[in-house]
């Protein structure tokens, strides 16, 4: 009797601890993982009372959405337009946004809700852009809108994401001081639209901003666009086209400073600088000794010094001779620095340019060189009777010179030591292999210039893929220029009308009224085909024409907003003044999108 008493416990007992187990097993199941991400923006199922209302007088607001969402920034986000001191007060409520209005409203009035990218869906953050919603406390609803583009001054390519906003002129002394209730975003065709505006004069401007999005101008940071003169809004209007820059500081200012681990220092500026210079105050022999290397643009300086054994010192940053400002750099006794010489070259994928020297570039001045330490393979076979010389500007730099051949392979050797720089900091061991670049690569453009006013000046720029500036001619006749020997591939030519004729582009200014100069962009890339020679009209146009916008496929906007494009795939076949004023590639070449809100 005791054992079937046992046998039975035990059986209990077993039976009890899987249940457990299964139960365990059950909850720890979770919901499967994986599948396509969702990047679609919550949709709106009904306002309660509904948008475009007339006549309204309720206090409160109703949202419905298709799923779960949360508010980020609604304070930098949400308008009211017109303002109000007592804004309306946004909560959620499951799947509904709740607006309260707190404070009273004026007679006869349309009013429009502005949510900017306050509303976002809870799992992946996809935003629910230009969301308004628009009431009248009268019987009518101003009706009045403004739509255009807006495009980069500098590239030409269209914004997306670009807060266009006006102001009444009565208000635009607000401008820069307080954010602007009226505004909306453009979308990836660069488009913006305003609606539901009443009649009257406005300032209309365009922001792109990079600290935050309080729309709020800080020209320290922010790209600006706008139209100089009032719009006086009698009736809709389309094609006010705006082009956005960054300005220049009004004050120059050292942006950075920084004693680098290697000993040298990095200033970065503010401005780009015309004839700048650095020297080092209390020290003579630092100031004789250094050595300097501006950027490009003159906006930034690394200084490099022989001497470290200073406790502080104070550096100039100057300009055509005239010190701009001077800052302090210290040091403690204790301080150690790491000195790697890495040595980059000028091949492209292991090619050397046939038109090119072999440039070897070192991140500090190069004291001494030993030829003897370095071994050059031809085919494996040593050759020795290469030069090695230094740049006559650019301490930073040598170069290998040597008889190069098709059609062989390269190997070259640097010993430990064959470059030594300041501070006594040498290379490691390094090899770089290459081959020489066939000619028939290369190519030659020829652009026949055409200027259309013989007294201004214009700045023709060839520009690689990247929309980099290749090579820049100022001219004022008309002219051939030649790209000599440039590897085989499309290159987009520009025009800039260097109204001040000093031979650089020149940013606008908002205080002053002052746009940009204009840049215009020959319509299609030019294609250079290897071992061919092509020759070109360039027709500059008389003033730059306007931009037309990419066609754009139609998609659902929370506030119905209708694409009716009217395509044009008639591409020019010849190179210069298009009919039409097309500007950049070929694939803009339509009208712009006309839009209309519902």
């Known amino acids: ?40 923006a919550p949709k709106i199922i009904s306002m309660t009372p509904k ?59 349309t009013y429009t809700m502005n949510f900017g990218k306050a509303i976002i869906d809870v799992n992946e953050g996809n935003i629910v852009k230009n969301l308004s919603y628009v009431f009248s406390t009268g019987p009518e609803l101003d009706s009045l809108s403004i739509s255009g583009n807006v495009s980069n001054s500098s590239t030409g390519e269209y914004e997306k994401d670009i807060t266009v906003f006006i102001l009444p002129l009565e208000r635009d002394s607000l401008f820069g001081k307080k954010r602007a209730s009226i505004y909306t975003l453009t979308d990836s065709a660069g488009h913006y639209q305003i609606n539901n ?5 406005y300032k209309i401007y365009a922001l792109k901003e990079v600290n935050g999005g309080d729309k709020i101008y800080q020209q320290l940071s922010d790209e600006i666009g706008f139209i100089k003169k009032p719009l006086v809004l009698e009736k809709s209007v389309d094609n006010i086209n705006l082009e956005i820059f960054k300005e220049l500081a009004p004050e120059f200012r050292i942006k950075d400073k920084k004693l680098l681990d290697d000993g040298s220092i990095l200033l970065t500026f503010n401005q780009q600088l015309k004839n700048p210079s650095i020297t080092i105050s209390d020290f003579k022999n630092l100031d004789e000794n250094k050595k300097v290397s501006f950027s490009k643009n003159n906006d930034s300086a690394h200084v490099y010094l022989d001497d470290l054994s200073f406790d502080s010192i104070k550096v100039n940053v100057l300009d055509q001779g005239k010190i701009l400002q001077t800052t302090s750099f210290s040091r403690e006794k204790k301080d150690t620095y790491k000195r790697v010489i890495t040595i980059t070259d000028n091949l492209t994928s292991g090619k050397l340019s046939p038109y090119k020297t072999l440039t070897l570039s070192l991140p500090l001045p ?11 393979l031809e085919d494996s076979v040593r050759r020795t009777n290469f030069e090695m010389i230094k740049d006559s500007v650019n301490f930073l730099k040598y170069y290998l010179k040597y008889p190069w051949k098709q ?31 066939s000619t028939d690569n290369f190519g030659t453009i020829t652009m026949n210039a055409e200027v ?35 590897p085989a591939g499309k290159y987009a030519i520009r025009v800039i009308y260097d109204e001040n004729k000093n031979k650089i582009w020149d940013t606008g200014n908002v205080a002053l009224g002052l746009q940009p100069e204009k840049i215009w962009y020959l319509p299609a890339d030019v294609d250079l085909k290897a071992n061919w020679e092509r020759e070109d009209k360039l027709i500059i146009p008389l003033t730059p024409l306007p931009v037309q916008p990419k066609p754009t496929t139609p998609r659902t906007q929370p506030n119905n907003i209708n694409n009716n494009n009217n395509n044009n795939n008639n591409a020019p076949n010849t190179i210069g003044n298009p009919p039409n004023g097309l500007r950049n590639a070929p694939d803009r070449m339509s009208q712009p999108p006309r839009r209309s809100n519902n």
Do not use: H
Not at 366 to 376: E, G, M, N
Not at 407 to 415: A, P, Q, T
Not at 459 to 474: P, Q
């Open 1 to 40: 009797m005791a054992n079937f008493k046992s046998y039975y416990f035990r059986y209990i007992n077993y039976v009890s601890i899987c249940i457990i187990l299964c139960s365990l097993g059950c909850a720890s199941i979770q919901s499967p993982q994986g599948g396509p991400r969702d990047t679609t």
């Open 51 to 109: 948008n475009l209302s007339v006549n309204f007088k309720a206090k409160k607001i109703l949202i419905e959405f298709d799923e779960y969402f949360k508010l980020s920034n609604e304070f930098k986000e949400f308008t009211i337009s017109p303002d109000q001191e007592k804004p309306p007060v946004l909560k959620v409520r499951q799947k509904k946004l709740e607006i309260t209005i707190q404070d009273s409203l004026e007679k006869n009035t």
């Open 197 to 201: 505006l009443r009649k009257g004069k």
């Open 407 to 437: 059609k062989k392979d390269y190997n070259i050797k640097f010993g430990e030591g064959t470059f030594t720089t300041i501070f006594d900091a040498k290379n490691k061991d390094f090899t770089i292999v290459l081959k020489l670049e």
């Open 366 to 376: 190069i004291t001494a060189v030993d030829p003897s330490k370095v071994i050059l």
């Open 452 to 486: 259309p006013d013989t007294t201004k000046s214009y700045i023709v720029e060839l520009m690689n893929e990247k929309k980099e500036v290749l090579k820049s001619t100022a001219i004022t006749k008309n002219t051939p220029i030649k790209y000599v020997n440039y």
